[in-house]
């Protein structure tokens, strides 16, 4: 119900855009949003955004760099990572929930992740 893809293995510096298809069902929560989590780490909220686009949430550790986007029409949501740094190396994870946008932690339902690789 929600498959994230894009993921792969860039040098620093690079560039990757990861996208989550969700059903119907799911893509019209409240909201939609990206985690990742590292080996040996816990998970990581990265951004959220809601139904309508026009709100976006950013941990401040991608704040610049990374860009969440939707497009309704194919019930995708996007993460477009720039300058990309060896710390960003993770699984990343889409997600869907239902609570406020400030709320990072509060999602309903979970994708499975796609890894993302940043060399030195």
């Known amino acids: 119900q929600l498959q994230a893809s894009g993921g792969g293995l860039v040098q620093a510096g690079g560039s990757l855009r990861l996208s989550c298809a969700a059903s119907?069902?799911?893509?019209?929560?409240?909201?939609m949003g990206w985690f990742r989590q590292a080996p040996g780490k816990e998970r990581e909220f990265v951004a959220a955004?809601?139904?309508?686009?026009?709100?976006?949430n950013y941990a401040d550790s991608v704040k610049g760099r990374f860009t969440i986007s939707k497009d309704n029409a194919k019930n995708t949501v996007f993460l477009q990572m720039n300058s990309l740094k060896p710390g960003d190396t993770a699984v990343y994870h889409c997600?869907?929930?239902?609570?406020?946008?400030?709320?990072?932690?509060?999602?309903?339902?979970w994708g499975q992740g796609t890894l993302v690789t940043v060399s030195s």
């Open positions: 119907g069902r799911i893509y019209s929560m409240y909201k």
């Open positions: 997600a869907a929930g239902g609570a406020g946008l400030g709320r990072k932690y509060d999602f309903d339902y």
């Open positions: 955004i809601t139904w309508s686009g026009r709100s976006t």
